[in-house]
């Protein structure tokens, strides 16, 4: 098959089952057509909403810079923004601090 605009969806899903969520962010920049941006942001909103679930359950907190990185994010204030929004979630608690990026994070033990 080459059409691709058939092949770019089945790539994305691919890269989704796989859990390989950086060539997600890899293929965005390369849509076959400008119309697949909007299902684009729905999807790396998804993906990210996944990660801090992820998160919330393996980390007590996570560096500033190391979020932004995990989750994707070029700019600290769609970080903050992200972080307000599950944070007004009463059953989520992302916890994000100001340790220096790389610093060694205990997992949670319980």
């Not at 608690?93 to 990026?101: G, M, N, R, W």
Request: some cysteine; glycine content about 2%.
């Amino acid at each position: 098959m080459d059409d691709k605009l058939v092949l770019y969806p089945i790539e994305l899903e691919r890269h989704l089952m796989e859990g390989s969520y950086s060539k997600v962010w890899a293929a965005r920049c390369n849509p076959p057509l400008a119309e697949y941006a909007i299902f684009l942001e729905q999807l790396m909103t998804t993906i990210r909403n996944e990660i801090a679930s992820c998160g919330e359950k393996a980390y007590t907190s996570l560096p500033v810079a190391d979020a932004a990185t995990l989750l994707f994010f070029d700019q600290m204030q769609d970080l903050l923004a992200f972080a307000a929004q599950v944070r007004a979630d009463a059953s989520r608690t992302l916890l994000i601090d100001s340790a220096p990026a790389g610093k060694s994070i205990p997992p949670r033990t319980s």
